[in-house]
């Protein structure tokens, strides 16, 4: 390119600014409007970098104002799941909350409960033993006026008459307050306490982690009493809170571990209470290991039923020998001294003695009988015995015994109530025996005669 070509565009250009800017192009020196403007190839060159530049601040510019907002927006997020994560934290404390007072609630209304149980049973139990003293007399009575009317003597004939008919009318009264106070359920239990473990079934803590399978439906099949947590904080609280027999607990527990849970219930409880890990995949020396923490035993996952039911058998023994120990049984008094002692001196020594040998030898078997019955649920033929052996059983001051038979035989006509009376068979039997046993030790002191049967 020449230099004139190279000129041109700059005289172009001059006068263009001097038509659009003429007050500029005046003001410019003569030099300045002198000198030619022109766009090298250097300047296009140094151009371009310029305009990048430019860009990459501008892009650079929008980047940091979208990281700062997004930064605001997380503080945001931040500060509105702490507010969450405290409102769940007061959420859950508030359910502990609850959940404890749920637990004492639940503790008051069982105290409630066995105290009014306990309540019915003296109240039977009175209305047993005064329906027992009152009938006897009467009875006796009943048969002296009859063998005085039957004597003939016509002068106290009237006299007889009317006392029968009072008599009667006492008698009657008896019948009225013994169905009045409840006489036809009365029983005479030995002992309260274990029966009373043997119905309900032991009180187990499960203490599980969801991921695992359940024992709680097995254990509550079988009869037992089972209160199921999921976590070790909630685990530890109703231990605390609560009595129980036996403590099941996986090892792996949210909130609190599995270890950890058993020490802080070890701690609260004492020695005696029994606890057992739920382990997957025991390996050996686990259960000395984990009895070195506080622990009684491992139990191995998936829970085998022969194990299950081993451990259930083993901790029922040693809950019935601890209530046992704890709190020893009164000797009950089975036999009624004062009818004994009036029937001897009515009918004789002599036949009063063989009619105790012969007691003694069949009220036994007779009660054996029953039971076989109850085993085979043959209802109307063991309520029909049961009544049979209580009329025996009265006859010779085995008034506690009646009245259990008594008690039998009405249950045993309603439906719901059989199963509960086969149950009762062995203790039934075992009451059976100690009446005979305490019978006989009591004819060996007061038949004393030569002709008594031994």
């Known amino acids: 390119m020449s230099r004139g070509e190279d000129t041109a565009p700059c005289f172009g250009l001059r006068a263009w600014f001097g038509k659009a800017l003429p007050g500029i192009v005046i003001l410019l020196p003569t030099s300045v409007s002198a000198a ?14 310029a305009l990048l530049g430019i860009a990459l601040l501008s892009t650079s510019l929008f980047a940091l104002t979208l990281w700062l907002r997004l930064r605001s927006e997380t503080a945001d997020s931040e500060q509105r799941a702490a507010t969450m994560k405290d409102e769940n934290n007061k959420i859950y404390r508030q359910l502990q909350s609850y959940g404890s007072e749920l637990a004492a609630r639940e503790r008051q209304i069982a105290e409630a409960r066995e105290q ?11 209305l047993a033993i005064t329906g027992h003293h009152l009938r006897q007399p009467l009875s006796a009575l009943e048969g002296t006026l009859s063998l005085l009317a039957r004597s003939g003597d016509g002068d106290a004939a009237e006299l007889i008459e009317t006392a029968q008919r009072q008599l009667k009318t006492a008698k009657t009264s008896l019948e009225e307050i013994q169905r009045f106070g409840g006489m036809e359920t009365v029983e005479l239990t030995l002992p309260e306490k274990k029966q009373q473990r043997r119905e309900n079934g032991l009180s187990i803590l499960l203490l599980e982690n969801e991921n695992q399978v359940s024992l709680r439906d097995d254990l509550v099949a ?3 009493q089972v209160v199921w947590e999921n976590n070790g904080v909630d685990g530890a609280d109703a231990a605390l809170q609560q009595k129980f027999d036996l403590i099941l607990i996986d090892r792996q527990l949210p909130l609190m571990d599995g270890i950890e849970t058993a020490q802080k219930i070890r701690r609260g409880v004492g020695p005696e209470l029994p606890i057992f890990a739920l382990v997957s995949d025991p390996r050996a020396g686990d259960r000395e290991r984990y009895q070195a923490r506080g622990l009684t035993g491992v139990l191995a996952r998936p829970v085998a039923e022969k194990q299950l039911r081993q451990l259930l058998d083993w901790v029922t023994r040693r809950a019935n020998g601890s209530a046992a120990a704890k709190k020893p049984a009164r000797p009950t008094r089975l036999v009624n001294t004062n009818t004994l002692s009036r029937q001897r001196d009515t009918i ?35 309520e029909q015995q049961a009544q049979a052996i209580a009329e025996s059983a009265e006859e010779i001051g085995l008034e506690a015994v009646a009245a259990r038979l008594r008690a039998l035989a009405a249950r045993l ?8 009376c086969r149950h009762q068979r062995t203790e039934l039997l075992n009451l059976m025996r100690e009446s005979v046993r305490q019978l006989k030790a009591w004819r060996e002191q007061n038949v004393h005669t030569e002709w008594a049967l031994k």
Do not use: M
């Open 413 to 420: 006509s309603i439906d719901s109530e059989r199963e509960y």
């Open 36 to 49: 030619p403007l022109s766009l090298t190839g250097t300047r296009v060159t140094l151009l371009w970098p």
């Open 222 to 224: 079988q009869g037992h």
């Open 116 to 126: 009014l149980k306990k309540q019915q049973q003296e109240k039977s139990d009175l």
């Open 348 to 382: 004789g020594h002599l036949p009063f003695a063989e009619l105790l040998s012969d007691r003694c030898a069949t009220l036994p078997k007779r009660t054996t009988a029953l039971t076989s019955a109850l085993t085979g649920r043959h209802w109307l033929d063991a």
